[in-house]
């Protein structure tokens, strides 16, 4: 093994890392930026700052952390900015209705992850069992989702209960609420890591008719993964909730195509088979970085979308380029 | 002792009849080899035991009882493991995953056992630690093995199923003599436990080292089952021939043109990927058939004359001079032509008119810069006509019409401007019989205007029926010439199926 190793120790050193840590580009993107923005906002590195970002971004890296899931299986999820949109107005209203106290908070927030479970099998239903495309079949429940919230919720602007928002954006033992909310996450991406369901997923992303001849149930493993992700978009509705405070029955609806791209910088193949979480998570956070450094560069208001597009495309580049260099 | 038993079992995709009356006793302690010739129904055969294909009719008994396989869990918990011909392996997941994949160790209900995964898979791998080479390791992962390696990965995905039942379609195709050797010792193993195999090989070699029993399937229909001590490998090729043995129609055997006087096309020592040291030479207005099984080198060696692969090394001549042929695009302006039995793939361009679809030879022999609808549909009838194409009209897409017009569609691009050599790569795959005819027809008519062609074809009866001369391939290089009133089925198969 060894022998043969030493032949093309570079570029075979490269791909074996690769291979284990496909997220590895992504980390390179993600420490180049948070110098950038060192650079042009020395503020911007401070405990509070980073706080800020962790705080505002959490729901995105929830929602990539989402899209993995599906992607891992070569399926797709256009609707999980819906369902985070759908979650966030109906916890808001429950809690609006049962007084907004602290057992009331939770029941919300209860209920609020069986709805995203729900909706994620209606998706996983509609894709694996009827045999509907992913790509387009996620868009109408999208709109479906959407109109849902809408019902629940016509208007944006109903508050959140003030212990919520306190809570999410508060402080216990001198260490911010979203770091331990951060490593609760961790531990259950670990966790989720080492399911059967994950290898499965994976498995039936690498090749479904395979995956069917070798004995699994792939219908099932599917909605699985549809239902992973519903759960993860009402987590993620929950860190929208406590960062805007309000319930907004649109709030989602732009977050998603982020999380796929989201997934595709973390180093996620969207074809299936291949892929990390943590590449998601990372990803989520340097679109989190673009965003705040494109406003530290000082870049005039009605030039940010355009910077801040051609930055994604750059670090898309990168990372293609870097995976591309291992694989070859 | 029958532990399986199949009888009269079919199976049809559309119009195709994959299998007409599949037959089987598998014995316990047996292996059993089935065989018969390309696309004669063996694959369908294991894959409805397996249940990853369910049969249109027929019954399948297992210990005696009547059992319905509805999917490959089912046949799993009936006690049914197979190998996969074209693999069934995730490429980016590790060797132990994959060799458990079907039924991952957990703990505690909901998290893998990566231990017990682990001691799992290490267990089949080290049954062919000797052979498989270093790389082989429980952590690699599927993507970075050979060929042959990804095989014995496969081979050791079966034997975890710990199934009394085990089927292997095809498993050592890919495999070395040592590699091959080694897994004829396990088998012997598993059998004298007791457990029931069924093999698949296409060497006449293996089937008599492994064999106990085989059972000869030809055109979806179970022929007859012999045990192997009992019969040698003539007697097993006569019953695959069965009353075929001699040409289908004689009158189609044509004047046979001497490849001496005027070459048109000469290969020396071609090597690419998948063929190795091939020469043959084909005159004007000869037609030479590839023959042999699937994927012994034929398509291979087309591709590289057109330019679409590369080869390693030898030279092609043609009309004496040397040519250098690097993409379609150079091969095409030297006089080749080339047609695709993948329509879908390599010849149709989906969604637009016929006109279009006839042209686009003829715009680029010609550097044509502006398209005249007029003008091309002057040059377009004509070719059509000559292959009786039926169409309503030359604006319509191609997609309205049936693959057997689609086929002659793409022909007839190659007809406006004649080429001097006609590559012909299982053109008339999946096409009906009256199509068949009018583009075999054609063809003949092509090489008496002095076209030399070379015709590959996964049927032996059109092989047979109209090549000059046919060059039987095995493991990617000539095995036999075939001239004359040598061209029969049995001499066909004889050099396809002995050991390469």
């Known amino acids: 093994m060894t022998t043969n190793a030493s032949l093309t120790a570079h570029d075979s050193g490269l791909r074996r890392l690769l291979g284990r840590f496909p997220f590895l580009p992504a980390l390179f993107i993600l420490a180049v930026l948070l110098i950038l923005n060192g650079i042009f906002e020395p503020n911007s590195l401070s405990f509070r700052s980073l706080t800020g970002l962790v705080r505002t971004y959490m729901a995105l890296m929830l929602l990539a952390v989402a899209q993995t899931y599906v992607v891992y299986a070569a399926d797709i999820d256009l609707s999980v900015g819906a369902i985070a949109s759908l979650v966030n107005v109906t916890i808001i209203v429950l809690m609006q209705h049962m007084g907004g106290g602290g057992l009331s908070v939770l029941a919300a927030l209860g209920v609020g992850v069986l709805v995203g479970l729900a909706c994620g099998l209606v998706n996983g239903f509609v894709v694996a069992a009827l045999r509907l495309q992913a790509i387009v079949a996620t868009f109408a429940t999208s709109i479906f989702f959407t109109g849902l919230a809408l019902v629940i919720l016509p208007v944006a602007g109903m508050p959140a209960p003030t212990v919520f928002w306190r809570t999410y954006g508060g402080s216990f033992f001198g260490i911010p609420f979203v770091f331990y909310a951060a490593a609760t996450l961790a531990i259950l991406l670990y966790l989720l890591a080492r399911t059967r369901l994950a290898t499965q997923l994976l498995a039936v992303g690498d090749g479904q008719q395979a995956a069917f001849q070798s004995g699994l149930p792939v219908t099932a493993i599917r909605i699985g993964g549809y239902a992973l992700c519903g759960v993860f978009a009402a987590l993620a509705a929950f860190c929208i909730t406590g960062d805007t405070a309000s319930g907004d029955p649109l709030v989602g609806a732009k977050m998603t195509l982020f999380s796929v791209a989201a997934v595709v910088l973390g180093g996620s193949a969207l074809s299936g088979g291949f892929g990390t979480v943590a590449g998601s998570v990372i990803a989520a956070l340097i679109i989190g970085l673009i965003n705040s450094l494109v406003f530290f560069a000082g870049t005039p208001s009605h030039w940010q979308n355009f910077v801040q597009g051609l930055a994604i495309l750059a670090a898309l580049m990168v990372g293609v380029l870097v995976s591309r260099r291992g694989r070859a | ?500």
């Open chain 2, 1 to 500: 002792m029958t532990k399986l038993k199949l009888s009269g079992v079919s199976k049809a995709y559309g119009a195709t009849l994959a299998l007409r009356r599949g037959d089987l006793e598998l014995d316990s302690g047996e292996v059993h080899v089935l065989i018969g010739a390309n696309g004669s129904g063996k694959s369908t055969l294991c894959k409805i035991v397996a249940g990853s294909v369910r049969p249109d009719a027929g019954e399948v008994l297992l210990d005696g009882r009547a059992v319905t396989v509805s999917g490959p869990r089912a046949a799993q918990a009936l006690g049914i493991g197979i190998f996969y011909q074209e693999l069934s392996l995730a490429d980016h997941r590790s060797v132990a995953e994959n060799i458990c994949l079907p039924d991952l160790p957990r703990q505690n209900g909901l998290f893998i056992d990566r231990t017990a995964l682990r001691a799992e898979a290490e267990r089949y791998i080290a049954l062919f630690e000797t052979v498989a080479g270093a790389a082989l390791q429980a952590d690699t992962i599927v993507g970075d093995l050979r060929a042959d390696q990804r095989q014995l990965v496969e081979i050791m995905k079966a034997l975890a199923t710990e199934a009394p039942i085990l089927i292997f379609d095809e498993p050592t195709s890919a495999l070395d003599r040592a590699q091959v050797d080694r897994f004829f010792e396990i088998l012997r193993d598993l059998k004298s436990k007791g457990r029931s195999i069924v093999f698949i090989s296409h060497r006449m070699d293996e089937i008599f080292a492994i064999g106990d029993r085989v059972t000869v399937i030809r055109d979806g229909e179970t022929v007859g089952t012999t045990t192997i001590s009992e019969t040698s490998p003539d007697a097993v090729i006569h019953m695959m021939v069965g009353e075929q043995e001699t040409l289908a129609t004689p009158q189609a055997a044509p004047p046979i043109h001497a490849p001496s006087t005027d070459i048109a096309l000469k290969v020396e020592g071609l090597t690419g990927a998948g063929f190795h040291e091939v020469s043959f030479a084909v005159g004007r207005g000869e037609i030479l058939g590839l023959g042999g099984l699937h994927g012994q080198g034929q398509s291979a060696i087309l591709k590289a004359l057109f330019g679409a692969v590369a080869p390693r090394s030898g030279e092609v001549k043609l009309a004496g001079e040397r040519l250098r042929i690097d993409s379609p695009r150079s091969a095409i302006a030297q006089g080749l032509a080339y047609v695709s039995g993948d329509r879908g793939r390599d010849g149709v361009i989906s969604g637009r008119p016929i006109l279009e679809n006839v042209t686009p030879i003829h715009a680029l022999r010609n550097r044509l810069l502006l398209a005249r609808p007029g003008r091309l549909a002057e040059k377009a009838l004509p070719a059509l006509k000559a292959l009786n194409t039926k169409f309503a009209g030359l604006s319509h897409s191609i997609g309205s019409l049936s693959g057997g017009n689609q086929q002659k569609i793409v022909i007839a691009r190659w007809l406006i401007d004649k080429p001097d050599i006609l590559l012909l790569d299982d053109p008339t795959k999946g096409i009906d019989l009256s199509a068949k005819a009018d583009l075999f027809a054609l063809i003949r008519e092509l090489a008496a205007e002095g076209l030399a062609i070379v015709l590959y074809s996964s049927e032996d009866a059109e092989l047979l029926n109209n090549a000059d001369r046919i060059l039987v391939f095995n493991g990617g290089s000539v095995s036999r010439e075939l001239s004359g009133a040598e061209r029969t089925r049995y001499n066909l198969y004889q050099a396809a199926y002995e050991a390469a």
